[in-house]
């Protein structure tokens, strides 16, 4: 078995232009999430959509459906591990709204978990 491809990130020094000056590194991940809208810590609404990028702290995430530019969310990952390969996981992200470009909306996380989830039907 291959190691596991390494990121890397070079930046010429004196280079002015540079494209990503974020404190924390962003991941580029592709999976489904739920999201819940939430007011005064209460649901609002809910929907679907797909990670983007993310990061120690935020996540960049697009939906069809049209959102605030501002308030609190709390997103739903299926992780793609599991625990102990056998127990199915989902991390949970709770966080307000940064910004909100289109179908593209970005969160700045305030708490996250993982929680066991039932494990997925095997069809049989």
Known sequence: MSPAPVLIRTVRIGDTHRADQRAH????IALDL???????????????????????????????????AFGRMELTIPWPFQLDDVCPLKL????RIV???????????E??????????????
């Open 25 to 28: 590194r962003r991941y580029p």
């Open 34 to 68: 739920e999201y819940t809208l939430l007011k005064r810590g209460r649901f609002e609404r809910s929907g679907v959509g797909k990670v983007l990028n993310i990061s120690s702290h935020g996540v960049l995430f697009e939906s069809d459906d049209l959102l605030p």
């Open 92 to 95: 949970v992200l709770r966080g």
């Open 99 to 109: 910004r909100s470009d289109g179908s593209e909306i970005a969160i700045k996380t």
């Open 111 to 124: 708490h996250h978990e993982f929680r066991t989830s039932r494990a997925r039907s095997s069809g049989t």
